[in-house]
């Protein structure tokens, strides 16, 4: 199955179709007298349709099992067409467009299972998605003329000892939600130095500032102690997403002292500096964090 554990739980709908035909006016009435023979057509295909949501993932090899938290079967008659439609809801990381078309689907099979001993010509079509909601697809926040400024605070970087990766991989993540790089440096744990280029790049326009590197608890972590006294304003639920998310894949991300806010219309996000931590980070706020852009520029972006 393809991973999805870097995706974060969102809530998630999905509506699909299926379209029984019968062939006489009969058959149509049959159903709605409750006549045939095996049953109530609408509640026993309703049921099977039930349980084919919650037993997708059985069935579909690449369906991974979620949490099916509201399943609506619907009927409509149209002359001697039967429109079945199923709609499901869950908080999950992935959608569930796929449950909702095998729920539709089985519907359609019971209905002709029961209803194929008084019609010989029934006919199942069109079986398709109508309409899906949730996730990353629905967030149209874009990174376009976004100007971002990258900078990586550690010693061992700094003096060469070791090589940059946590910077070097939120470049790519902002890359990829086409946000242009407008500076990319590597300092010291200095609250001066951390300062001296928070503040340039405010004061040039710039419109996000990501740091990464010493948000922890050594001595030298000192990068929310130099970032907070610049800030306007404080963003807390971006850390707490941030940490949110990391939580669910290690314990120690409540170590993490991550932070974010804005100095005028700049927005600074201190991320963790190891490799991984910045990049959970980044998944974890992105694209949604971009919103603010449009929140700024009166909803325009």
């Known amino acids: 199955m393809v991973n999805i554990t870097h995706k974060t739980n969102t809530l998630r709908k999905a509506i699909a179709e299926a379209v029984v035909s019968v062939s006489s ?7 709605v007298n409750q006549k045939v023979p095996k049953g109530n057509v609408f509640e026993m295909s309703k049921t099977a349709g039930l349980f084919a949501a919650k037993k997708t993932s059985d069935v579909i090899p690449d369906c991974h099992p979620l949490p099916i938290e509201y399943t609506s079967i619907q009927f409509e008659i149209r002359d ?17 467009e796929v449950e909702a078309m095998h729920s539709a689907s089985i519907v359609a099979l019971t209905m002709y299972d029961m209803l194929k001993p008084i019609d010989k010509n029934i006919e199942i079509k069109n079986i398709r998605l109508l309409e899906k909601k949730g996730g990353k697809s629905d967030i149209k926040d874009s990174g376009e003329g976004i100007t971002a400024s990258v900078i990586v605070c550690s010693d061992s970087i700094f003096e060469g000892k070791k090589e940059d990766k946590a910077g070097k991989a939120i470049i790519s993540s902002l890359e990829k939600n086409k946000v242009n790089i407008n500076d990319y440096v590597v300092i010291p744990d200095e ?32 990068t929310p102690e130099a970032v907070r006294p610049l800030l306007d304003r404080e963003i807390p639920g971006v850390a707490e997403a941030i940490r949110n998310y990391g939580q669910q894949r290690t314990p120690y991300s409540m170590l993490s002292r991550s932070l974010a806010g804005m100095i005028g219309d700049t927005l600074v996000i201190a991320l963790p500096g190891s490799t991984k931590g910045a990049e959970e980070s980044m998944d974890s706020i992105f694209p949604g964090i971009l919103h603010i852009y449009k929140i700024l520029n009166g909803g325009k972006h």
């Open 80 to 96: 001697l067409d039967i429109h079945i439609t199923s709609e499901i809801h869950t908080i999950y990381k992935t959608g569930v």
């Open 191 to 222: 609250i001066a130095e951390i300062q001296s280029k928070i503040r340039l790049y405010a004061e040039d326009g710039i419109s996000l500032v990501m740091i990464t590197g010493g948000t922890g608890l050594s001595k030298r972590d000192v």
């Open 25 to 31: 006016q009969e058959t149509i009435d049959a159903i």
